[in-house]
């Protein structure tokens, strides 16, 4: 097996056996949105941005990345459903297997985290629930301006194999365009996740009510794709102990846990392991306390994601206000196998060079965190070295671009404003 639970002296940078793919660091590009494939076609843009990123045997995820129309909810991101895309995105993985790297796609369909002007024919977006996200929550609308959400339409129990469907030929797609691998993407309130989480499943039929019950989207979906591209070839994300999204769960362990008793059982049934587990750490989770009393402390989300790693028998990766030392730290004591570094990896196109030799690093932007801007904010932070007079040009540049539109997103840049918001800023 290529987990290794007591990894005692087991560095950040030492090679990792990840299944099937030899990595010779463990900092990982987690995946991020970034709203730069402009009308969800991935262009020279994302070749250079990846490209930057790429180390050799080192592993990156995609972007979330659109499985059919109707997955849609930021402006401007990559889908995987037409030839058009495939095309695109071939580009991508070509330029990151020029440089030795490893990548997976991450395969995402957002759910009620949408709106109607994302929608084919303005529809309403799908859900497990009729219910909408509270108003707390505001959606990034494609002018940049912000919006509440509208209520979604659960999906008919006859409609769910279609979407099941649709996550499958993604995947084949994904291995078209040259994917190592999919991420399928059961976090953060998306879709996926708003089946699992009993604070948004309201269903009464086989998709809600039990543990069991809740799980068996994200378990159809994951054996229809591995049974289509290889189980090997297969990543899990979850983030149980998070409520991005109104994504609150009465017990994220016990639900946290039933995913990953779920997975080994379909990993002995499949006779392999899937690629890997992929766990957000609610580490600086700024909004912790729900209504639905979904609180965990953030010792109780450490241990959580403990018991996690202790019982899913597989390759286990962490993300989520990680540092340099915390994720040496992490491997060190074998409570994760692999980190995913998101923000920091954003400003620091060299972060794994950065970490080995313990170079200081470029803040992050968060202003253009979703601009569309091909190069500002998204290619051209600087390399090691490059930092002088570059950095202050690149703040200029920065500050010219934010005017108009730009300027009200500071506020509600989702994934990073609400979850992620951590000291750091
Ligand atoms: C701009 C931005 C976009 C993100 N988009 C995604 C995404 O598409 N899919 C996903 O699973 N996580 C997404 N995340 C979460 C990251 O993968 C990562 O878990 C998070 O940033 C925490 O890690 P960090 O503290 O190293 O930034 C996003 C985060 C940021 C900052």
């Known amino acids: 097996m290529a987990s290794s639970k007591n990894g005692k002296g087991v560095a950040l940078f030492s090679p990792y056996k990840m299944g099937k793919f030899n990595l010779s660091h463990r900092v990982v590009l987690a995946p991020m949105t970034r709203c730069r494939a402009i009308d969800g076609i991935p262009n020279q843009a994302l070749v250079e941005y990846y490209?930057?990123?790429?180390?050799?045997?080192?592993?990156l995820i995609s972007e979330g990345t659109l499985i059919s129309p109707t997955a849609a909810g930021f402006p401007h991101c990559p889908g995987i459903y037409t030839k058009e895309q495939v095309g695109g995105w071939k580009k991508v993985v070509d330029a990151v297997h020029a440089k030795g790297g490893v990548i997976f796609c991450q395969l995402w369909h957002v759910g009620r985290a949408s709106h109607r002007v994302y929608q084919p024919g303005g529809a309403a977006p799908i859900s497990s629930t009729n219910k909408p996200i509270?108003?707390?929550?505001?959606?990034?609308?494609?002018?940049?301006?912000h919006a509440a959400y509208p209520a979604p339409r659960a999906l008919a129990r006859h409609e769910i194999p279609q979407i099941i469907q649709h996550y499958r030929s993604a995947a084949v797609n994904a291995i078209e365009a040259g994917f190592d691998g999919v991420e399928i993407h059961s976090a953060h309130g998306y879709l996926i996740d708003q089946f699992l989480k009993d604070g948004i499943n309201d269903r009464i039929d086989e998709y809600g009510g039990s543990l069991s019950n809740r799980c068996r989207f994200l378990?159809?979906?994951?054996?229809?794709?591995?049974?289509?591209?290889?189980?090997?070839?297969?990543?899990?994300?979850?983030?149980?102990?998070?409520?991005?999204?109104?994504?609150?769960?009465?017990?994220?362990?016990?639900?946290?846990?039933?995913?990953v008793e779920n997975l080994n059982k379909l990993?002995?049934?499949?006779?392999?392991?899937?690629?890997?587990?992929?766990?957000?750490?609610?580490?600086?989770?700024?909004?912790?306390?729900?209504e639905a009393g979904g609180h965990v402390s953030e010792e109780e989300a450490t241990?959580?994601?403990?018991?996690?790693?202790r019982a899913y028998q597989g390759s286990f990766m962490s993300s989520g206000g990680f540092t340099r030392q915390l994720g040496m730290e992490a491997v060190a004591q074998g409570d994760a196998d692999l980190v995913s570094y998101g923000r920091l990896f954003i400003s620091n196109p060299d972060l794994v060079e950065r970490f080995k030799v313990n170079a200081p690093l470029t803040r992050y932007i968060r202003k253009t965190f979703y601009t569309q801007d091909p190069v500002v904010g998204y290619t051209d932070y600087p390399f090691l070295g490059q930092e002088s007079g570059a950095t202050k040009a690149l703040a200029r540049l920065h500050?010219?671009?934010?005017?108009?539109?730009?300027a009200a997103q500071t506020l509600v840049f989702l994934e990073a404003a609400v979850i992620y918001s951590g000291t750091k800023g």
Do not use: C
Request: cysteine-free; aromatic content about 6%.
């Open 51 to 59: 490209s930057q990123r790429s180390t050799p045997g080192g592993f």
């Open 134 to 145: 509270s108003k707390r929550w505001r959606i990034l609308m494609p002018d940049g301006s």
């Open 219 to 259: 378990l159809q979906v994951v054996r229809s794709v591995a049974t289509a591209i290889g189980a090997d070839r297969v990543a899990v994300r979850i983030s149980p102990a998070i409520d991005h999204l109104d994504a609150s769960d009465s017990n994220p362990l016990a639900l946290g846990l039933a995913v």
């Open 267 to 290: 990993q002995a049934e499949l006779h392999s392991q899937l690629t890997y587990l992929h766990v957000t750490q609610p580490r600086y989770v700024a909004y912790g306390q729900t």
């Open 303 to 309: 241990e959580l994601v403990r018991e996690l790693r």
């Open 399 to 406: 500050k010219a671009s934010l005017g108009g539109v730009y």
